[in-house]
């Protein structure tokens, strides 16, 4: 039997990939709760990042829909999610425009926090629609060198905790950085598990992911160096950084997260698309507990 064709509504909420929205929420979340702990929290301006980051990131999954099936990187062979480009629910052109149309309403939402931030925001506007373009499309796709994962913990934990906090309270701190590494830590274990399952049709379309280069076993390990860390820090915070006992709340959630380790240690192939998505949920609770705890 043929594959039905979905809705033009369900095909357009498929290339969004609302289920990986909370990782762009989670640090702008951290960002204002940590502005809120030294009393100064902003209400437009957190508003603003919020939807900064999300276009950011609905921008990004737009081009990276478009470009992978461009470079041959999703084909019929795709064993993750469908993509919208690649089974023709939605054309090249369309999928073009739209990204183009979703950076330019980031745009306007950071011509506005320009206006309280200043040059540097400026600089991270700028650099994260160049990089969500450069991910997978350019003449040099990052993310076909083996470059994604570092931009993923770059731009999903500093840049937007640590621009979220500035925005609102004029500066960035040592303990701020170090929370925002927590999250970007996480956010980097979904692309992990994304690019542990698709390793094969990566090497053959010629996409170099850290997973393809260092195989399985270097990806989980990966996974595992990944989460540990995350977990690590805000327990190292509260014990020798001075944080207070509430940085530790995060901890609960340490059994979600070995069932994880384990899960993508044993795990392979189309499996990992309930892990994948089981991540982002970890992500999501871990960063919740943290702000919790930040504002205890």
């Not at 977990?231 to 070995?258: H, K, Q």
Request: aromatic share 8%; with cysteine.
């Amino acid at each position: 039997m043929s594959e039905q064709r979905p809705s033009s509504l369900a095909a357009w909420t498929s290339a969004v990939r609302p289920r990986t929205l909370a990782a762009g929420a989670v640090p702008v979340a951290l960002g204002s709760a940590l502005a809120a702990q030294v009393d100064a929290f902003a209400l437009w301006p957190a508003i603003a990042a919020l939807a900064g980051a999300l276009l950011l990131q609905i921008g990004s999954n737009l081009a990276n829909d478009v470009f992978d099936f461009l470079n041959g990187a999703d084909d019929d062979g795709r064993i993750g999610p469908a993509r919208a480009t690649q089974k023709g629910w939605i054309s090249t052109r369309q999928m073009l425009l739209a990204t183009g149309l979703v950076f330019l309403a980031a745009l306007a939402v950071g011509a506005y926090l320009v206006t309280i931030g200043g040059w540097p925001i400026v600089i991270i506007g700028l650099s994260g629609i160049l990089c969500a373009v450069a991910y997978t499309g350019g003449p040099v796709p990052l993310g076909y060198h083996g470059l994604g994962d570092p931009l993923v913990f770059i731009f999903f934990g500093p840049v937007a905790v640590l621009g979220t906090y500035y925005v609102q309270a004029g500066e960035v701190t040592w303990m701020a950085g170090w929370a925002s590494a927590t999250v970007g830590l996480l956010a980097t274990a979904i692309l992990v598990v994304n690019n542990l399952r698709d390793r094969h049709t990566d090497e053959r379309a010629g996409k170099r992911t850290l997973a393809v280069r260092m195989g399985a076993q270097g990806a989980r390990r990966e996974y595992l160096a990944l989460v540990s860390i995350a977990y690590a820090i805000p327990a190292g915070l509260a014990a020798f950084g001075g944080a207070g006992l509430g940085w530790l709340l995060p901890l609960l959630s340490s059994p979600l997260a070995v069932r994880r380790i384990l899960a993508v240690h044993t795990q392979d192939g189309a499996a990992l698309n309930t892990e994948l998505a089981a991540t982002a949920q970890l992500c999501a609770v871990f960063g919740a507990l943290l702000c919790i705890g930040v504002l205890l």
